[in-house]
């Protein structure tokens, strides 16, 4: 008997699949296509290609693809595409170091990732592949942008960006992490810059309401959106600075304070800062505060523990509510990017006020009685935060301070003084990168055709797409997009008046191309628009996308943008592009990540070549819940190999076997337990696909499967019915593994039953032979149900406990508690009392 060959085994299938193209999937409209079959859009996060895949790639794609095949045999029509987000840094970035073309090594890299997608058996419909960085590709990531300018969504303007000083670029907020360049760990730095900003703040609210159309999300996912959106309620409340002239509108959630403000501070960036100060004796104090300030990011500043500094700038503002003046300072712990970047100080009630008050020896004036001993830092009891009825606050005194909200905002309005508001910690999105390895941006300065001495932006007219990026021999950058070097390039005719006029040398953020490459894999191939309608309309929402969590915000939030702004244009018919999101952990090795430096990294393509894709696959699926984190660990694919060489070897002896007919009715014995086994394996496999991808425990039904079928087959090989119950076993288990380990799963089926697996439905367990032998376990934390689970009638009460401690949402109430107290009580709940 040969063993078990990997090699031998998947070569085979990959080549047939690739022959018949057997994942390809027609349009309407299209030959093969199907209007009966309901459609399912299977999507993993397009990977960015650099250098080899890594194992990450491995166990986003090996997920997707599980699932991929799961809803094809569950009678979807699935479209399950691959392609490259091949524009940005890295290749750049290796450029400048070996003066290697950003093309020449994203090309290559693309190869490595295709043949590695090859053999790993990933079923991909090839014929929608694409790569951003083409011209095919990003002819249309232009004319999006294009779309955008025409809707007032791009719009251009000078404003202080985060440059990075070692990448000499310019980053988005979401790419500064705790002050320095997420790329590099440089910290950074700001500057001024004419910039392009797609205008995400007008989507603000929708982009929080339609987190209700969305079907299943990790709510972690959305709660980091919501977060990130920042919705506040509150009051724009002007306070007037008579001595310049100058009107300062604050945003505040707590007008109902407007009484106990002592002072006004503005933050170092305000624009009129400068005219506040020039000529009077702050001048040079507040300048070098500002430089200072400038250095230093918006984490350190708005740190809750910092020591508060400032500088008085001499002058004052009034408060509307009272007429009262108060001094104005600038300080670090107000920032330009929330709100107006100016705020009204209320000491008593706001602690960051209340430690400048005391640091600068200003009054602090309650407003509002109540205490909170937790908050409060003097024997006045200040400052207090909460509720209560309020005081020195003329004829609102008395009255709840939440009551009296509105009462004042409404008063304010009538006095025209404020307004009720509503502010976002969201800004706008600014695309412009001064890098090479991007898509150009695709408009033209004409000063011809501007006026008063500012030239005119003309759009490149969508039949002159797409601008291509031009070859230049140095991608350094030097403050300036590389492309300004390419004069050449630079000086062309304008589009409307036919003069000269030089091209728009930023080119965009990479964000921006893998905002919509899910819609071109619709329709790839189209040169006459960026897709068709139909064929959009058809496909869209991606049913399931999968992939990194690292990707929670601004891939997912650029991309639900997108997708709103296009259906605002009248090209899609979509509000939200991923209805289902499935977001995957990481692989660590040694406990911790995989890094080359830490020398801890993981070869997908080495585990691949020793013990083949359906190993590797089926181990990385293996590992634990695919959406927690994993160690990685050899012994563990060694045994992931072991079990897939005892199914092989099931196969082999029953091919020497003759088998006779088998009633699944009529079945005692053995071979009904073995029967039982195989439908109690369908069941557990079909409801962890169901339950939110639970691949480990899918994957360990199926083993126990085998080795009930190991346990048994020497006593039922005695007779032709016994050998055909050890065969109906070992075609299941081929059947229920074939999504994770396909080539195996499909060699197997072809062996023993004939045909393709990938053509069988998937099966159903039948319920004659589903012995009732599970029951849902209550699991509670301190006696509250957090959850309820599938458990096996006779798991033992250690079983029952690792269960409910295994639960994710039980997880959350365990997080940071200690548990003192289990309480089962087998059959029926697991209660876990924390402190
Ligand atoms: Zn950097
Ligand atoms: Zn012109």
Same mark, same amino acid.
């Given at each position: 008997?040969?063993?078990?060959?990997?090699?031998?085994?998947?070569?085979?299938?990959?080549?047939?699949?690739?022959?018949?193209?057997?994942?390809?999937?027609?349009?309407?409209?299209?030959?093969?296509?199907?209007?009966?079959?309901?459609?399912?859009?299977?999507?993993?996060?397009?990977?960015?290609?650099?250098?080899?895949?890594?194992?990450?790639?491995?166990?986003?794609?090996?997920?997707?693809?599980?699932?991929?095949?799961?809803?094809?045999?569950?009678?979807?029509?699935?479209?399950?595409?691959?392609?490259?987000?091949?524009?940005?840094?890295?290749?750049?970035?290796?450029?400048?170091?070996?003066?290697?073309?950003?093309?020449?090594?994203?090309?290559?890299?693309?190869?490595?990732?295709?043949?590695?997608?090859?053999?790993?058996?990933?079923?991909?419909?090839?014929?929608?592949?694409?790569?951003?960085?083409?011209?095919?590709?990003?002819?249309?990531?232009?004319?999006?942008?294009?779309?955008?300018?025409?809707?007032?969504?791009?719009?251009?303007?000078?404003?202080?960006?985060?440059?990075?000083?070692?990448?000499?670029?310019? @980053?988005?907020?979401?790419?500064?992490?705790?002050?320095?360049?997420?790329?590099?760990?440089?910290? !950074?730095?700001?500057?001024?810059?004419?910039?392009?900003?797609?205008?995400?703040?007008?989507?603000?609210?929708?982009?929080?309401?339609?987190?209700?159309?969305?079907?299943?999300?990790?709510?972690?996912?959305?709660?980091?959106?919501?977060?990130?959106?920042?919705?506040?309620?509150?009051?724009?409340?002007?306070?007037?600075?008579?001595? !310049?002239?100058?009107?300062?509108?604050?945003?505040?959630?707590?007008?109902?304070?407007?009484?106990?403000?002592?002072?006004?501070?503005?933050?170092?960036?305000?624009?009129? @800062?400068?005219?506040?100060?020039?000529?009077?004796?702050?001048?040079?104090?507040?300048?070098?505060?500002?430089?200072?300030?400038?250095?230093?990011?918006?984490?350190?500043?708005?740190?809750?523990?910092?020591?508060?500094?400032?500088?008085?700038?001499?002058?004052?503002?009034?408060?509307?509510?009272?007429?009262?003046?108060?001094?104005?300072?600038?300080?670090?712990?107000?920032?330009?990017? *929330?709100?107006?970047?100016?705020?009204?100080?209320?000491?008593?009630?706001?602690?960051?006020? *209340?430690?400048?008050?005391?640091?600068?020896?200003?009054?602090?004036?309650?407003?509002?009685?109540?205490?909170?001993?937790?908050?409060?830092?003097?024997?006045?009891?200040?400052?207090?935060?909460?509720?209560?009825?309020?005081?020195?606050?003329?004829?609102?005194?008395?009255?709840?301070?939440?009551?009296?909200?509105?009462?004042?905002?409404?008063?304010?309005?009538?006095?025209?003084?404020?307004?009720?508001?509503?502010?976002?910690?969201?800004?706008?999105?600014?695309?412009?990168?001064?890098?090479?390895?991007?898509?150009?941006?695709?408009?033209?300065?004409?000063?011809?055709?501007?006026?008063?001495?500012?030239?005119?932006?003309?759009?490149?007219?969508?039949?002159? @797409?797409?601008?291509?990026?031009?070859?230049?021999?140095?991608?350094?950058?030097?403050?300036?997009?590389?492309?300004?070097?390419?004069?050449?390039?630079?000086?062309?005719?304008?589009?409307?008046?036919?003069?000269?006029?030089?091209?728009?040398?930023?080119?965009?953020?990479?964000?921006?191309?893998?905002?919509?490459?899910?819609?071109?894999?619709?329709?790839?191939?189209?040169?006459?628009?960026?897709?068709?309608?139909?064929?959009?309309?058809?496909?869209?929402?991606?049913?399931? *996308?999968?992939?990194?969590?690292?990707?929670?915000?601004?891939?997912?939030?650029?991309?639900?943008?997108?997708?709103?702004?296009?259906?605002?244009?009248?090209?899609?018919?979509?509000?939200?592009?991923?209805?289902?999101?499935?977001?995957?952990?990481?692989?660590?090795?040694?406990?911790?990540?995989?890094?080359?430096?830490?020398?801890?990294?993981?070869?997908?393509?080495? *585990?691949?070549?020793?013990?083949?894709?359906?190993?590797?696959?089926?181990?990385?699926?293996?590992?634990?819940?695919?959406?927690?984190?994993?160690?990685?660990?050899?012994?563990?694919?060694?045994?992931?190999?072991?079990?897939?060489?005892?199914?092989?070897?099931?196969?082999?002896?029953?091919?020497?076997?003759?088998?006779?007919?088998?009633?699944?009715?009529?079945?005692?014995?053995?071979?009904?337990?073995?029967?039982?086994?195989?439908?109690?394996?369908?069941?557990?496999?079909?409801?962890?696909?169901?339950?939110?991808?639970?691949?480990?425990?899918?994957?360990?039904?199926?083993?126990?499967?085998?080795?009930?079928?190991?346990?048994?087959?020497?006593?039922?090989?005695?007779?032709?019915?016994?050998?055909?119950?050890?065969?109906?076993?070992?075609?299941?288990?081929?059947?229920?593994?074939?999504?994770?380990?396909?080539?195996?799963?499909?060699?197997?089926?072809?062996?023993?039953?004939?045909?393709?697996?990938?053509?069988?439905?998937?099966?159903?367990?039948?319920?004659?032979?589903?012995?009732?032998?599970?029951?849902?376990?209550?699991?509670?934390?301190?006696?509250?149900?957090?959850?309820?689970?599938?458990?096996?009638?006779?798991?033992?009460?250690?079983?029952?406990?690792?269960?409910?401690?295994?639960?994710?949402?039980?997880?959350?109430?365990?997080?940071?508690?200690?548990?003192?107290?289990?309480?089962?009580?087998?059959?029926?709940? !697991?209660?876990? !009392?924390?402190?």
């Amino acid at each position: 008997m040969a063993g078990y060959d990997p090699k031998q085994i998947e070569a085979r299938w990959q080549r047939l699949w690739a022959e018949e193209k057997t994942w390809e999937v027609a349009n309407p409209g299209q030959p093969g296509f199907d209007p009966e079959k309901p459609k399912s859009y299977v999507l993993e996060m397009l990977p960015y290609p650099s250098g080899e895949p890594h194992v990450g790639h491995l166990k986003c794609y090996a997920v997707g693809d599980a699932i991929a095949h799961f809803r094809r045999r569950q009678g979807f029509e699935v479209i399950h595409p691959m392609g490259y987000d091949s524009f940005g840094l890295p290749a750049e970035n290796n450029a400048i170091k070996t003066g290697e073309p950003p093309r020449a090594a994203t090309e290559r890299s693309i190869e490595s990732f295709q043949r590695q997608f090859r053999e790993w058996g990933i079923s991909i419909d090839w014929s929608r592949e694409l790569a951003t960085h083409t011209p095919e590709y990003y002819r249309w990531t232009q004319w999006i942008f294009l779309q955008l300018l025409e809707q007032g969504l791009a719009y251009r303007t000078e404003a202080p960006v985060q440059w990075c000083p070692k990448d000499a670029t310019v @980053l988005a907020n979401e790419q500064v992490v705790d002050g320095r360049c997420e790329r590099c760990g440089t910290e !950074v730095v700001q500057r001024k810059l004419e910039q392009w900003f797609f205008k995400t703040t007008e989507y603000a609210e929708r982009l929080l309401a339609d987190f209700d159309l969305l079907e299943s999300w990790p709510e972690h996912v959305i709660t980091m959106q919501r977060n990130w959106i920042g919705r506040s309620e509150g009051a724009e409340v002007t306070f007037r600075c008579e001595e !310049v002239d100058l009107d300062f509108p604050v945003f505040t959630t707590r007008p109902d304070t407007l009484f106990g403000a002592t002072f006004f501070v503005l933050a170092p960036e305000h624009p009129e @800062l400068e005219r506040l100060v020039a000529g009077t004796p702050a001048e040079a104090a507040v300048r070098e505060y500002v430089d200072r300030a400038a250095r230093e990011s918006a984490e350190e500043r708005g740190a809750e523990d910092r020591e508060k500094t400032g500088v008085p700038l001499g002058r004052g503002v009034v408060n509307p509510v009272n007429g009262e003046r108060i001094p104005m300072f600038v300080a670090d712990y107000v920032l330009m990017e *929330y709100g107006t970047g100016a705020i009204m100080a209320v000491p008593a009630h706001d602690e960051r006020d *209340y430690e400048f008050a005391k640091a600068f020896d200003l009054p602090v004036r309650r407003v509002i009685e109540g205490e909170d001993p937790d908050a409060a830092r003097d024997d006045r009891g200040l400052p207090y935060p909460g509720d209560g009825p309020m005081t020195g606050s003329g004829r609102f005194d008395g009255k709840g301070n939440r009551e009296a909200y509105a009462e004042i905002v409404e008063w304010l309005a009538s006095e025209a003084r404020g307004e009720s508001a509503v502010n976002y910690r969201l800004r706008d999105w600014l695309v412009s990168r001064q890098r090479y390895w991007g898509a150009p941006i695709p408009v033209v300065y004409c000063d011809a055709c501007g006026e008063e001495g500012a030239p005119a932006i003309v759009p490149v007219p969508p039949e002159q @797409l797409p601008v291509e990026l031009p070859e230049v021999e140095d991608y350094a950058p030097k403050g300036r997009s590389p492309l300004a070097a390419a004069e050449q390039w630079v000086a062309t005719e304008c589009p409307r008046c036919g003069g000269p006029a030089r091209r728009e040398t930023d080119t965009m953020d990479t964000f921006v191309d893998s905002s919509w490459y899910f819609i071109r894999y619709l329709d790839p191939g189209n040169g006459e628009a960026a897709w068709e309608r139909a064929a959009a309309d058809h496909w869209l929402p991606v049913d399931q *996308y999968i992939g990194g969590v690292e990707h929670a915000i601004l891939h997912l939030m650029y991309a639900r943008f997108f997708t709103k702004a296009l259906a605002d244009c009248g090209v899609l018919g979509v509000q939200e592009p991923f209805a289902n999101l499935f977001a995957q952990g990481m692989i660590t090795r040694d406990g911790a990540k995989m890094s080359k430096s830490r020398g801890n990294t993981v070869s997908p393509a080495e *585990y691949v070549e020793r013990y083949g894709a359906d190993t590797a696959r089926t181990y990385i699926c293996f590992m634990g819940p695919p959406e927690r984190d994993a160690d990685w660990v050899d012994e563990g694919v060694e045994g992931a190999n072991r079990f897939l060489s005892r199914l092989w070897r099931l196969c082999e002896e029953l091919g020497e076997r003759e088998a006779g007919e088998l009633d699944p009715a009529a079945a005692a014995g053995d071979a009904r337990a073995l029967l039982a086994k195989a439908h109690w394996a369908i069941d557990k496999v079909t409801r962890d696909f169901q339950r939110g991808f639970q691949f480990n425990t899918a994957i360990a039904a199926v083993m126990e499967l085998v080795n009930e079928a190991y346990r048994l087959k020497d006593g039922l090989y005695g007779a032709p019915e016994g050998v055909a119950a050890v065969r109906f076993a070992t075609a299941t288990a081929a059947s229920l593994i074939f999504p994770f380990a396909p080539h195996l799963g499909a060699e197997i089926w072809e062996r023993l039953e004939g045909g393709r697996v990938w053509e069988q439905p998937w099966p159903v367990a039948d319920p004659a032979l589903l012995a009732s032998d599970t029951f849902p376990l209550v699991v509670q934390v301190n006696g509250k149900l957090r959850d309820r689970i599938e458990a096996a009638a006779d798991a033992s009460e250690a079983e029952l406990l690792a269960l409910a401690r295994g639960s994710e949402k039980v997880a959350r109430f365990l997080d940071g508690k200690q548990v003192v107290k289990e309480i089962v009580v087998p059959g029926k709940l !697991v209660n876990l !009392v924390v402190r």
